[in-house]
């Protein structure tokens, strides 16, 4: 028989010592021959990256060595760090952002210049030439008077001579791809205010030996069209994902025309948050892997030469991180509705599931797991938005009569990003111990076509709050959630959209920012090349549109701040400078609303450290119980709760 407890107070086994020890962070798959690589990021080393090389026999083994940290910093969101081939390696290392080249049974070698700066010139995406003899790939220089220039350069590589420029005087650069017969070279580029889902060109050049690239011409790409992914079939046909219709689908050039092969109301492509963001690959039969979304779940599918659709393949997951394609079928990293993220092996065209690794080796029972419930509300403007529900679930507690449970709403990062439907533990720590949890894809997230993306243009700091009040409303209007305990969270954008919406509506009891944005006119003077431009599209023009900064900057709207708040921010974060968090602190004190505030050393835009990721869950937790009047079963250590009634 259930024990009768309040929500929030029920005791669970998914507790934050199994999220923040047990879990790695699983990167970019790879596929050579019968090897199968991945990057694994360990919270109990610091957050350390990891190259792991496992065998057709299935064992396992690091492939990079202890003293290196794979990861690249360019445009600080990093991916494409590393390149397998037989048996050589190439990869960023973080703590000096050069390239270098490990031959098996031999120690890794630097084979890009020691830089001016310290991490001065940052590598990412490197792509071997079919002779082996020179790589190709994405720098990223910043020089002494604040200036980050993007490039792709050549280089040998063994590291015998330094890199030279082939392509360069574009804000960015991305995907450079070779031709399986070494003549030609393709790539994207794009120029701020655009990002890459507005507006990315895809050109083509010839490719000589040593890297000499000669005629560069656009071939297809502009103004108000994303290009993803272009790629080379082992054929040497090149395939790219465009959205030109609304929907990233894909196509393949035949002289001058763009072959769409599958057309549908679905994305083939995603945000080009990383660089080495890959969604499909080729079969040893000419087919095309592919992952695909639709009304925001992911599916794996199948494109067959010639047969102009998708053929589903049914898998357990739902949400796909990465793909690579070999002879026989594909690695993935995925997750499913009751499946954590993990790095599997999928036979075709059958559909055969191995599971290599997963992110935690924890076994999580059933019984204390909520499964994602993909729902639409009704928002604001007569739309309707999407999001995914998970109700309070423990097979041991059950609430008193009559009691209706705390809701956290979560506004996801980016914004232009999407909740995953994937088994995330994180999130079951909070339902298992009694909280309902809504993750939004408020107007503005991906995997509902460009439309459904673009109502957050001009409208950032609106949309974003307006979607995640209503769906809060939605769930209390139905009985699903208590109405005077609704807390909202988020980290990065979505931290943003989290104090905006604890500041402009009085909605929410209580509210949890992770490194996120308080002051949009200091965002804009003080963030990263990549994103300097990113909220021009979001808000508007910066300084022209200075006014609809501040209108919609909490720091600035401080004699409105009533609602309590913990906020959470790493003393290195290059992209949500840690003034932001102070700011806001800042504000909270003078006003004399109750807060917390839980600043970590060493940790830049995302916890990676085992021991913060914990404490930032006991904290938050212990915080809405002290708000909202319910006792953790946890042992948490006590969090400096400033303005609050002690008790």
């Not at 001009?458 to 609704?486: E, F, S």
């Not at 990113?534 to 300084?543: E, K, R, T």
Request: aromatic share 10%.
């Amino acid at each position: 028989m259930a024990n009768i407890a309040p929500y929030g107070s029920w005791s669970s086994p998914i507790s934050s010592d199994l999220i923040s020890a047990g879990a790695v962070r699983l990167g970019s798959v790879a596929l050579v021959g019968d090897e199968l690589y991945a990057l694994e990021s360990r919270p109990t080393e610091g957050g350390r990256s990891v190259v792991v090389r496992r065998r057709a026999d299935g064992t396992a083994e690091d492939a990079t060595p202890a003293d290196h940290n794979v990861r690249t910093r360019v445009h600080e969101y990093g991916g494409g760090a590393y390149l397998a081939v037989e048996r050589t390696l190439w990869f960023t290392s973080f703590a000096d952002q050069r390239l270098y080249r490990h031959d098996r049974g031999a120690a890794p070698v630097a084979i890009t210049p020691v830089p001016e700066l310290p991490a001065g010139a940052r590598y990412a995406d490197p792509q071997l030439t079919p002779d082996r003899r020179t790589i190709i790939c994405i720098r990223e220089r910043h020089t002494r008077a604040g200036e980050v220039i993007n490039e792709l350069v050549a280089l040998p590589a063994d590291g015998s001579a330094e890199p030279r420029i082939i392509a360069g005087g574009h804000d960015f650069y991305a995907y450079p791809r070779i031709s399986p017969d070494g003549a030609a070279l393709v790539w994207t580029q794009w120029d701020h205010p655009s990002m890459p889902w507005d507006s990315v060109e895809l050109w083509r050049a010839g490719l000589a030996s040593g890297g000499a690239v000669s005629a560069p011409r656009k071939i297809a790409g502009g103004p108000g069209e994303s290009i993803f992914q272009p790629a080379w079939s082992p054929r040497g046909e090149l395939h790219f994902a465009s959205d030109r219709t609304g929907w990233w689908n894909l196509y393949r050039v035949d002289g001058e025309r763009h072959v769409a092969l599958a057309p549908m109301a679905a994305e083939f492509g995603a945000p080009q948050w990383g660089l080495d963001a890959a969604r499909y690959g080729f079969l040893a039969d000419g087919s095309i892997a592919c992952v695909y979304t639709e009304h925001g779940i992911d599916h794996l599918g199948v494109i067959a030469p010639g047969a102009g659709a998708v053929r589903e393949v049914a898998t357990p997951f739902t949400a796909f991180a990465s793909i690579a394609a070999g002879r026989d079928g594909v690695a993935v990293i995925a997750g499913g509705p009751t499946t954590v993220a993990s790095i599997a092996r999928i036979a075709l065209p059958g559909g055969e599931v191995t599971i290599v690794k997963r992110s935690t080796d924890a076994a999580l029972d059933p019984g204390y797991l909520s499964p994602a419930q993909p729902i639409e509300f009704p928002t604001a403007g007569d739309r309707t938005a999407h999001a995914l529900y998970y109700p309070p679930v423990n097979r041991d507690f059950a609430p008193p009569p009559g009691e209706l449970p705390p809701l956290l709403v979560i506004s996801h990062g980016g914004p232009t990003a999407a909740a995953s439907g994937a088994l995330n533990p994180s999130y079951q720590f909070w339902t298992s111990r009694g909280f309902a949890v809504v993750d939004v894809n408020y107007g503005g997230s991906t995997g509902y076509g460009r439309a459904y993306r673009e109502r957050l243009v001009g409208t950032w700091g609106i949309t974003d709050i307006d979607d995640c009040v209503h769906a809060a409303l939605h769930l209390a209007d139905r009985g699903l959630a208590d109405r005077a305990r609704l807390a909202i969270r988020g980290g990065s954008a979505g931290g943003y959209t989290t104090l905006a919406a604890l500041t402009f509506r009085d909605v929410f009891a209580a509210g949890a920012s992770y490194y996120g944005v308080a002051d949009l006119e200091g965002l804009a003077r003080d963030t990263h090349k990549f994103e300097s431009r990113y909220l021009d599209g979001l808000i508007g023009p910066y300084p022209e549109a200075r006014e609809v900064y501040l209108a919609r900057s909490p720091v600035h709207h401080t004699e409105r701040l009533r609602t309590p708040m913990i906020i959470f921010q790493g003393l290195e974060d290059k992209v949500v400078p840690p003034s932001q968090a102070e700011a806001m602190v800042a504000a909270l004190e003078r006003k004399a609303v109750p807060h917390a505030y839980v600043p970590f050393e060493h940790e830049q835009h995302g916890f990676r450290r085992a021991e913060n990721i914990k404490r930032s869950l006991d904290a938050e937790l212990y915080f809405y119980g002290r708000i909202f009047g319910f006792q953790p079963a946890d042992a948490i250590a006590p969090v400096t709760i400033v303005h609050l009634d002690p008790r």
